[in-house]
């Protein structure tokens, strides 16, 4: 820890765990918060009723004027306050709860918006969630123009909104439009955006300057000026209305109000009171308290928690870090690998038999170097980081070598035979076969032992899994050393057992062909793909598989032994519609989207007993992967289904689900049982049960999960 006194020392408090309270000799109270074994900053139980500890300790000292001013700042090197910490919302299981846990935290909030000396927020790092709402209680915030200062409320994608009457406080600060544009998407703002909008008072260019600024802040007893006219104008009604009408739309376009109801209720909490500070203040936590004992809730919850497991997969304080790469194989996949790896920090050289697919793998890789850096300079960073290779130079100092090169065994086992003698002794060896058998592949090695799979998805980019592959001579170290490097270029890895499919592609198929063979008996597939939406997946089955690539799918079929069950997509494949690639397949292709029958219309009711089954297969085959050890646990088979496949996130995964839907058919029938069935209600699906099974998988569908990971991720810092 710092010593984060301003200007000397003064009376430090020693009564806090989470907190540092140091008064200094201007008689500033400086507020730091660095909570105790934790490596970010969350404001659970504690941490809250310490800071009630210091709002009182300031209270009492502006009264007898021993105190001019507080400032709340973080203890941490890199992060501010990553939210409420999400392990504790496990706790409540009735509304009742959670309204007596929020009020002597809004009490807390509202005494520090009161308070007669000034409160000034310095913000350096992330700032989201309850935290945020911690600052927009203050009377003034300062934070660092710094990149990695970001503020926003992701709550919307963990299935609430802001319940520290941070609804209210954002649109009085900000306005109507950017507040509930930020609560809605739930996207991380940057601070110079923050300030346009009104979020944040002042900049300031480096965390050096921050302390001096929040000083100064307090002695001129400086406050923020909230946003008046025009902007407050769209608070009132009529505005208000159409503005909600608006906001509905948006929001229609992208989530179903059955699957994800939070984003719906703070537009109707605000359209109802968006008008009166006071009356949306009470009414914000009345309509909190459902959305948190939700099921919805708690299962993005377990996607959080489900995507800390797949992080935890890779040991903690391992010495061996990934700094290079090489990358063999400039096709689709090694070139989008190759261009990730760059994106996330590392050196890459990307080698392949032809010096034309090296240059257009590498130019194909702008654009995503233009999404993840905002300066020319970084930009150029990046580009300079990529070094096409077409002599292989790179092997010998690279500390992670990944095949990515033709799929065949032959092929794959002299290059690997060759890369053996060429790399260093601890780089890792990985191969991205997505068909072939890690051991095969290994057989002609000196050291079979040291190739792993580490098997990415298309697009590379978007999607936020990567199988581990263990083969059955791969040591445990270079297992390790694969969970490692994925976590380090910021995908979620899953270690996997190398069996046909390994556990994504596996699970995806049976849900795949099971849809395809129901088209060849009859079923429509715009149905089809309309019931598994409403069941809550990204795409449907068939649209999916068009996306794809019939060929694709049919040789996935095959190597998983389903392969000539289904007939019609057979054809297709045969009279060369592949699927959208080649803009026919299943559906004509038009403008990159499928053109679908606009004058059918199903019954809800219909299509949701048929999203049910078209996900049975995928759940069955789940079941079967955990059953035979292709991952550890069921957990990790919900995670990577989720993950690898965009399986309907508020569903918790397939294995969850199963258990919910049979958890919630027993306790229907324990309640026609029984006399007494007024206790039975009380009882929720358990977060994380032992002994379940199941799964699903597929390929650039995952952008609702990847949303929710990343949402998840942010949320938890
Ligand atoms: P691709 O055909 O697009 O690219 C392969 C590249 O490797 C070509 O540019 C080719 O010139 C080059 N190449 C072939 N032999 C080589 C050698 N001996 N040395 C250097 N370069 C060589 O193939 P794609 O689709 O990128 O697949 C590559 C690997 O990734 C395969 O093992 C495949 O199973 C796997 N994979 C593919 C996925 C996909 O969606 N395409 C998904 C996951 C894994």
Redesign the pocket.
């Known amino acids: 820890m710092q010593n984060d006194n301003a200007t000397g020392a003064g009376e430090t408090s020693g009564d806090f765990r989470d907190w540092r309270l140091d008064v200094d000799l201007e008689g500033i109270a400086w507020a730091v918060f660095d909570r105790e074994g934790e490596s970010a900053n969350s404001l659970g139980r504690r941490p809250l009723e310490e800071l009630a500890g210091i709002v009182e300790r300031v209270e009492a000292g502006a009264r007898d004027g021993s105190i001019v001013g507080l400032v709340i700042m973080s203890g941490k090197e890199k992060g501010f306050i990553v939210g409420a910490d999400i392990r504790e919302f496990g706790d409540f299981n009735t509304e009742g709860q959670v309204i007596a846990a929020l009020r002597p935290v809004n009490d807390m909030l509202d005494r520090i918006e009161k308070m007669s000396v000034p409160v000034v927020a310095a913000i350096h790092g992330v700032c989201v969630g309850g935290g945020f709402e911690l600052v927009l209680a203050c009377h003034y915030r300062i934070a660092t123009r710094d990149d990695a200062t970001r503020v926003g409320f992701p709550e919307v994608k963990l299935g609430i909104f802001p319940g520290f009457n941070g609804t209210v406080r954002s649109i009085r600060q900000a306005g109507p439009v950017a507040a509930m544009g930020a609560m809605l998407k739930g996207s991380m703002i940057r601070a110079s955006v923050a300030k346009a909008q009104g979020f944040i008072d002042q900049l300031v260019e480096s965390k050096g300057q921050l302390r001096w600024a929040a000083r100064k802040a307090v002695l001129q007893k400086r406050k923020s000026k909230p946003k008046g006219g025009f902007m407050g104008l769209l608070a009132k009604w009529p505005a208000r209305g159409f503005l909600a009408g608006k906001m509905r739309d948006e929001t229609k376009k992208k989530v179903r109000e059955d699957h994800y109801p939070a984003p719906f209720r703070l537009i109707d909490l605000f359209e109802a009171h968006g008008g009166s500070y006071a009356d949306m203040k009470r009414e914000e936590t009345k309509a909190f308290a459902p959305l948190m004992v939700s099921d919805t809730s708690r299962n993005l919850r377990r996607v959080f928690f489900l995507s800390e497991a797949l992080k935890a997969q890779a040991p903690k304080g391992m010495a061996w870090k990934p700094l290079r790469v090489h990358v ?7 070139a989008d690998i190759a261009g990730w790896c760059v994106a996330s920090g590392m050196e890459v050289t990307l ?4 010096a034309e ?1 090296i240059a257009k793998g590498i130019k194909a890789q702008g654009k995503l170097f233009k999404k993840k850096f905002r300066t020319p300079a970084l930009r150029a960073a990046a580009e300079s980081r990529l070094i096409a290779d077409p002599q292989g130079r790179g092997v010998s100092r690279a500390d992670v070598v990944i095949e ?4 065949k065994l032959e ?1 794959k086992q002299a ?1 690997f035979k060759d890369l053996e003698t060429k790399m260093k002794p601890d780089a890792l060896m990985a ?5 072939l058998k890690i051991e095969d592949i290994a057989g002609p090695l000196a050291d079979p032992g040291r190739l792993i799979g580490i ?4 697009p590379v980019a978007q999607m936020p899994l990567v199988e581990v592959v263990r083969g059955e001579k791969s040591r445990q170290s270079e297992v390790d050393k694969g969970a490692q490097f994925v976590t380090a270029i910021d995908k979620f890895p899953l270690v996997v057992k190398s069996v046909p499919g390994f556990l994504v592609n596996r699970v995806l198929a049976p849900y795949m062909m099971g849809a395809m063979a129901r088209v060849d008996a009859g079923e429509s597939k715009e149905k089809i793909d309309e019931a598994a939406r409403t069941f809550g997946m990204p795409m449907g089955p068939i649209e999916l598989a068009d996306t794809v690539g019939l060929d ?1 799918c049919a040789h996935v079929g095959q190597i998983l032994g389903l392969g000539n069950e289904v007939s019609g997509a057979g054809k297709l494949v045969a009279s060369g519609k592949l699927g959208k690639k080649t803009g026919q397949g299943y559906y004509v292709w038009e403008d990159g989207k499928p053109v679908k029958s606009e004058d059918v219309r199903f019954g809800n009711g219909d299509l949701e007993k048929l999203g049910k089954e078209l996900v049975e297969p995928l759940i069955s085959e789940a079941e079967r992967a955990v059953a035979d050890g292709v991952v550890e646990n069921a957990d990790l088979a919900d995670a990577g289904v989720i993950f690898g496949t965009g399986f309907a996130p508020f569903r918790g995964g397939p294995l969850h689900y199963k258990e919910s839907v049979v958890g919630s058919d027993k306790k229907e029938a324990a309640m026609a049982d029984s006399q007494d069935a007024g206790n039975v209600g009380a009882a929720r699906t358990p977060v994380a049960a032992a002994g379940a099974v199941a799964s699903a998988a597929g ?1 650039g569908a995952a952008s609702a999960a990847a949303a929710a990971a990343a949402a998840a991720k942010k949320a938890s810092g």
């Open positions: 063999i194989g400039a096709g689709t996949m090694g080698q392949d038999l032809s697919q990515a090169i033709v799929e092929v290059l191969t991205n076969t997505s068909s098997h990415f998805f298309n694709v390929s």
